[in-house]
């Protein structure tokens, strides 16, 4: 289900009924689902490493609560599983009631759309995938406790970092972008939800969620033509006013592409979906471009090389973005067979598309450290490093400050 707004119109026309319902029939999704995540979360909790994740230091504790969370997760499976029947319908319900595939909310109606400076525009833009996923899972896919004890740390990185256009990668949790636009709705007008949810009710949504400051002229949700059945992963597209019912400046294009090695086909169809996209869309109104992404792409390797024949990367620097530590102390993953546990990962990234004006600056980009690695700098940090209990995510924020002309 592509979306398309007009570039000319203004940012308070976003607003719809169909927004409106499709929340509310997302969340009651969300709800009903809600207990099957308890029960998976406590299954996984029971089998956890010891002294790892949110585990008890002493172990009699331990060994006492994971018979509760047993009898718990006894108890709440058969009214859980009914529950979870009923969530996919609904799903599928706000699935057909977004108007233009995508759900937009607003921030609280005192926070005012940014005004940017007529002579150069100066922007701070930030990628950051906070492994948001259902329940307990994200022991296993990112090896990070589950999200709401990271919340906290989440916001306050986002806050701290203040970014213009924020994009939000794994926020796969209908729960998780709902608590994203509780606490940052005093500081943004502009919220863009559920991004990717296909046509199995989100069954595998895309995760991808993203917020701005600034007036908006266009967004657009575009899923990849090569999803798989039980996934929707796509790219959304923002266009920036420089001030309400002013012009368009730049253009931002938020996604997350397949990540797994063996992906790397798909993965290379879905970056020249996007650039065929950007080629269209130019035709009607010429904008640089920025892509705000976990590009699931490594920056150094050969892959990354050939996106760089079209785009500019603006994080650059040695110390790497992610590592495959975090999963492999849950276990030893067979998705995880090519990355050794000490092998540093340069995927997520701002990267400007290449064209012949090239008056778009680069201020600075780097990154903000979701947990102590090697290569940390932060002098008064004193977690211990790839430590799970205190890692905010498994992957670092990247910001950047750009100036449009």
Same mark, same amino acid.
């Given at each position: ?273 996007? $650039? !065929?996209?950007?080629?269209? /869309?130019? @035709? %009607? ?6 892509? +705000?992404?976990?590009?699931? #792409?490594? $920056? !150094?390797?050969?892959?990354? /090389?050939? @996106? %760089? ?6 994080? +650059?620097?040695?110390?790497? #973005? ?9 276990? %030893? ?73």
């Amino acid at each position: 289900m592509n979306s398309s707004v007009s570039a000319t119109k203004a940012s308070s026309d976003f607003f719809s009924a169909e927004d409106v319902w499709a929340r509310r029939f997302f969340n009651a999704a969300s709800t009903t689902f809600e207990p099957m995540c308890r029960v998976v979360w406590c299954g996984y909790r029971i089998v956890a490493p010891f002294h790892k994740f949110d585990c008890r230091a002493n172990t009699v504790q331990e060994v006492v609560l994971r018979f509760f969370y047993f009898f718990e997760a006894a108890a709440l499976a058969i009214p859980a599983a009914v529950l979870a029947l009923v969530s996919v319908p609904l799903r599928c319900i706000g699935w057909l009631l977004q108007r233009n595939g995508y759900t937009h909310v607003r921030g609280n109606l005192e926070v005012k759309e940014k005004i940017f400076a007529a002579t150069s525009y100066r922007i701070r833009v930030m990628t950051f995938n906070i492994a948001a996923v259902p329940a307990g899972i994200s022991y296993q896919v990112a090896g990070v406790p589950h999200w709401k004890a990271r919340i906290g740390g989440i916001v306050k990185v986002i806050r701290e970092a203040d970014p213009d256009v924020l994009v939000v990668e794994e926020a796969y949790d209908t729960a998780v972008q709902e608590e994203l636009v509780l606490q940052l709705k005093d500081r943004y007008p502009h919220f863009f939800l559920h991004l990717g949810v296909g046509a199995f009710g989100g069954l595998g949504p895309g995760g991808v969620f993203m917020a701005t400051k600034g007036a908006v002229g266009h967004f657009s949700d575009h899923p990849f033509h090569n999803n798989p059945m039980t996934q929707c992963k796509s790219f959304g597209v923002l266009e920036l006013l420089d001030k309400p019912e002013g012009r368009s400046f730049a253009r931002f294009i938020g996604t997350h592409p397949s990540w797994r090695e063996e992906e790397a086909t798909q993965r290379e169809e879905q970056w020249l979906q996007i $650039r !065929d996209y950007i080629g269209e /869309r130019n @035709l %009607q109104i010429l904008l640089p471009t920025i892509i +705000v992404a976990d590009t699931n #792409t490594e $920056r !150094d390797r050969e892959e990354g /090389r050939e @996106l %760089q024949t079209w785009m500019q990367p603006y994080y +650059v620097l040695p110390a790497p #973005t992610c590592w495959h530590k975090f999963p492999l102390e849950w276990k %030893q993953d067979d998705r995880f067979k090519d990355f050794g546990p000490n092998r540093p990962r340069q995927v997520d990234n701002i990267m400007y598309v290449r064209d012949r004006d090239s008056r778009v600056k680069l201020v600075a980009c780097n990154r903000i450290e979701s947990y102590r690695d090697d290569c940390s700098t932060l002098s008064d940090d004193s977690r211990q490093p790839f430590d799970n209990k205190t890692a905010i995510s498994d992957h670092h924020a990247v910001l950047a400050e750009i100036i449009f002309p």
